[in-house]
């Protein structure tokens, strides 16, 4: 962290409050979603410790929940509740633990939740996880998806949060664009915020599936910050199952090539970028803040993905996916990249 930039340190956090401030100035959608009353109904209406997810009332749980969430527009995700997280006192931990709910009958992961400790954070790389294949698990590859994957297994709890690998009841089937443009960033600012403060941060995940449907319409996610109350961190966001020139089947995970074009090409333009080196707030895989100020003017090297339009540091791991025919290293200043019409990567942060 640049100790030059003047900044407390409880502004260089990811409270995400900032970037809604930021976003909104963009006509991003704030979602006025009472969690009070409906986070614990789609909970129970996808798993339970006693009950069938699947009885009556599962499927209106969540189509209510969802009737709230603005239909996605190109963004990754949307904020709840003011963005203001809603845990009960009940709900709330002190100590690093976690609790996953059964699988319901149709093999689908219910709520995660997890109060993140310093002493909880793995200290091993993730392993393999590939012997789990969640409700909705398809292969199917396009070559404009980063990594090509359309899905990938997505954590409920990440991996850097909770040290689980191969653990089905907290797997899902998630798009790519859900799990690095939607999910990921939430996943690093706990991440940074744990590491640097050796604080807890108490953490809900809620897969949204509705009726019978395999693939989930998206994942709720909540945090807040217990030693500082919420001061250092706290979020509320649905972040959609989606996939940018991608159909997708809810029912079954099937998919295929959209016919409408508009949104991909809006996407690799990046119309719907957070922009978060220029925010200057938001944390990197390393836990690093970008600070786009500390990097005006600043040559050094970067990878460009010439098939998706984005750029990226070196060592980041969506590197180690692309393709050579698409790979274009460079040595330039970020702000020559941004006028070759590339967008920053939404994993490092450039």
């Known amino acids: 962290m640049n100790n030059n930039t003047g900044k407390t340190r409880s502004t260089i956090y990811f409270t995400v409050a900032l970037v809604l401030s930021v976003l909104l100035t963009f006509s991003m959608c704030s979602c006025g979603v009472d969690t009070s009353s409906v986070a614990g109904n789609v909970s129970k209406a996808n798993v339970s410790e006693d009950t069938d997810s699947n009885d009556a009332g599962g499927k209106d749980a969540a189509e209510d929940f969802l009737a709230d969430i603005p239909d996605w527009s190109g963004y990754a995700f949307c904020y709840v509740n003011g963005n203001a997280p809603d845990f009960r006192q009940d709900e709330i931990w002190t100590s690093t ?13 219910g709520t995660a939740s997890s109060c993140i400790g310093p002493d909880g954070m793995p200290t091993e790389t993730r392993g393999d996880i590939s012997s789990v294949e969640p409700t909705g698990w398809h292969t199917e590859r396009y070559d404009f998806v980063e990594g090509e994957a359309l899905y990938n297994r997505c954590h409920l709890i990440a991996h850097m949060l909770s040290g689980d690998d191969a653990v089905p009841r907290n797997l899902i089937t998630g798009t790519s664009y859900m799990n690095r443009d939607g999910m990921l960033p939430f996943e690093n600012a706990i991440a940074a915020y744990v590491r640097e403060t050796k604080n807890h941060v ?11 449907e395999l693939l989930a319409r998206g994942v709720h996610m909540e945090a807040v910050s217990m030693e500082d109350d919420g001061e250092g961190l706290a979020f509320n966001v649905f972040c959609y199952n989606v996939q940018p020139g991608v159909d997708i089947d809810y029912k079954t995970g099937d998919n295929k090539l959209s016919e409408d074009t508009t949104a991909l090409e809006e996407y690799q333009a990046g119309k719907y970028a957070m922009m978060a080196a220029t925010l200057g707030a938001i944390p990197s895989e390393t836990g690093e803040y970008a600070d786009s100020a500390d990097q005006e003017g600043q040559v050094r090297e970067y990878v460009l993905n010439t098939n998706t339009g984005r750029f990226h540091y070196p060592d980041c791991s969506s590197v180690g996916a692309m393709k050579d025919k698409n790979r274009e290293d ?21």
């Open 202 to 212: 108490m953490y809900r995940v809620t897969p949204v599936f509705v009726g019978d």
């Open 97 to 109: 633990q976690e609790s996953l709910d059964k699988l319901d009958k149709l093999g689908r992961c």
């Open 330 to 350: 460079v040595e330039a200043t970020r702000e020559e990249i941004l006028d070759r019409g590339f967008v920053p990567c939404g994993n490092c942060n450039p």
